[in-house]
């Protein structure tokens, strides 16, 4: 594996088990597509460094399992200031 590939997946891990950011967000600012970091966190990092893999996966869990509450507060929000015009 490439170096510049390991560092950047030890730091979007870093970042990740930071900041409790999403995914989605990480690809924002690392300017990266979604699918990348999901590799980098989940296949690459596992390699890399275990422990801190581990930490990442925790926090993708939690944000996997309140996904659906972050999508009904948008649909909310979305028809909130709909109505409001």
């Known amino acids: 594996m490439k170096e510049y590939i390991e560092e950047r997946a030890i730091e979007i891990g870093t970042y990740i088990m930071?900041?409790?950011a999403t995914?989605?967000?990480t690809a924002?600012?690392?300017?990266?597509?979604?699918s990348t970091v999901h590799k980098d966190v989940s296949e690459r990092l596992i390699w890399i460094n275990p422990t801190l893999a581990a930490e990442v996966r925790k926090v993708l869990d939690v944000n996997k399992a309140e996904r659906h509450i972050r999508g009904g507060m948008a649909t909310k929000e979305k028809y909130a200031h709909q109505?409001?015009?």
Request: charged share 30%; hydrophobic share 20%; aromatic share 6%.
């Open 18 to 20: 930071n900041s409790n």
């Open 28 to 34: 924002k600012k690392f300017g990266v597509s979604k």
């Open 83 to 85: 109505h409001t015009r």
């Open 23 to 25: 995914v989605r967000q």
